[in-house]
């Protein structure tokens, strides 16, 4: 059997380049459970001559093309790669978050999807019918890992486009969120969460020191949802001594629990995204963020914390959101702006199909376009520079304004602008 792996670029200014992790594991239980499976792996981000499909399907017949779809401002392009893959003959597997939201939508074009782990779905797409827990996943990177890796440093674009070192990985130590916010889809695709086990921690750390990397960016939803865990795993990082961050962002009441922090400060993380999301309490209700919210004082004592320990902070916030008023996004914005961050992001709340808020949109009409239109107006921007959520305390132009204004104040401090 040949198989093709696509992981689709994103038609984003400045997109970060950089490998799945998720492929290479099925690629690696593959290998595992019958070497005989040919498998290759398309990445339409390295944008090099040979990275579009048709050259792929020119030269080998492939039997599978599997489209790992993760976002929805990849929409019309999964559509397009399953279409020509479809026209070569190949059977058209879709998976990741986006592309098993729309599968059913496109039967013409999809074979099958796959929801959640594509790991185990794997092996039962193989034809076996054992279910592997996460803790017994091979190990997921490649045999000759530096020569894997060697374009995307070469890119220079990691995630967040910055990075301690030059040689630097994905890596995972767990998967899924106990919580339950309502912008995010995470909780509903990936399950409840999971730890990837203290021991294959400890063998991949090993294995990517013996190959040279430095760094690991972790690609986790909630590194610390189990204090014990997380302790065990800042052990591993410190025998190893790989630098370490968290661009998918990091509790921030981890940052508050004494012992956490003093295992994170013997470390070598060098950034911390932490996700602030509201800064007061009305704010947080609105979002439904339960266990996750500080108050103010707490939050200035993180980013103090952070910046005493020598460790970069990048606070996530978040507006526009049902419920709020021009001046609870103002309150937000200013708090922001207050805080001893090295750096911080304001995202525009979007309602990503599967998410509650987006079901609270359509019920109450607050979009600014018709469902069906929505990954129209992704598509050459990032999420958090956009609003198509118009409420009858804001319009979605007013936040789009609010944001922009806030945006400028912050360069002009940062003398990127006169």
């Known amino acids: 059997m040949k198989i093709l792996f696509v992981k689709l670029k994103e ?77 070569y003959g190949a059977r058209v597997i ?9 599968a059913e939508d496109y039967p013409e074009l999809f074979d099958d999807y796959c929801i959640g782990e594509g790991e185990n779905w794997f092996l039962r797409f193989l034809g076996h019918s054992r279910f592997l827990d996460l803790v017994n996943f091979p190990n997921p990177y490649p045999e000759r890992l530096k020569e894997e890796m060697f374009i995307y440093w070469m890119k220079k674009r990691p995630f967040s486009l910055t990075s301690k070192t030059d040689k630097w990985v994905p890596f995972e ?49 909630n590194m610390s949802a189990n204090k014990e865990y997380f302790l065990n795993v800042m052990e591993r990082f410190k025998y190893y001594g790989t630098y370490w961050s968290t661009p998918n962002g990091f509790s921030a009441k981890t940052i508050l629990d004494d012992r956490c922090f003093k295992a994170i400060a013997k470390t070598n993380c060098w950034q911390l995204q932490i996700a602030f999301d509201a800064t007061t309490n009305k704010n947080a209700e609105l979002i439904d963020m339960k266990q996750k919210f500080v108050e103010q004082e707490d939050a200035l004592k993180i980013s103090r914390r952070l910046k005493d320990a020598g460790i970069r902070s990048v606070g996530f916030f978040l507006i526009g959101y049902p419920g709020q008023t021009l001046q609870d996004m103002q309150e937000t914005l200013d708090f922001a702006n207050s805080l001893p961050l090295d750096n911080r992001h304001i995202y525009i709340a979007t309602p990503y199909p599967g998410t509650v808020l987006y079901r609270k949109c359509i019920d109450n009409e607050w979009l600014d376009c018709k469902p069906h239109e929505i990954y129209s107006k992704f598509i050459g921007n990032k999420s958090y520079q956009i609003s198509i959520i118009s409420t009858p305390e804001f319009k979605s132009s007013q936040v789009i304004e609010l944001r922009a204004k806030d945006r400028e104040i912050a360069m002009r401090k940062k003398g990127l602008i006169a």
């Not at 070497?35 to 990445?43: A, G």
């Not at 919580?179 to 294959?200: A, E």
């Open 11 to 87: 038609p984003v200014f400045n997109a970060p380049i950089v490998p799945s992790l998720g492929l290479w594991s099925m690629k690696a239980i593959a290998r595992k459970i019958d070497p005989t499976i040919h498998i290759d792996i398309l990445d339409e981000q390295l944008d090099y001559e040979n990275s579009n499909i048709e050259y792929f399907l020119k030269q080998e017949k492939y039997d599978v093309v599997a489209i790992s779809a993760m976002f929805s401002v990849q929409h019309f392009e999964t559509l397009r790669i399953a279409s020509i893959a479809k026209s």
């Open 94 to 102: 879709v998976g990741g978050i986006h592309g098993s939201l729309i």
């Open 173 to 221: 130590t767990s998967r899924g969120c106990p919580r339950s916010c309502d912008f995010c889809i995470v909780p509903s695709y990936w399950g409840k969460w999971r730890p990837v086990g203290l021991s294959n921690v400890n063998d991949r750390l090993s294995y990517l020191v013996d190959n040279d990397v430095q760094e690991v960016f972790i690609s986790d939803d």
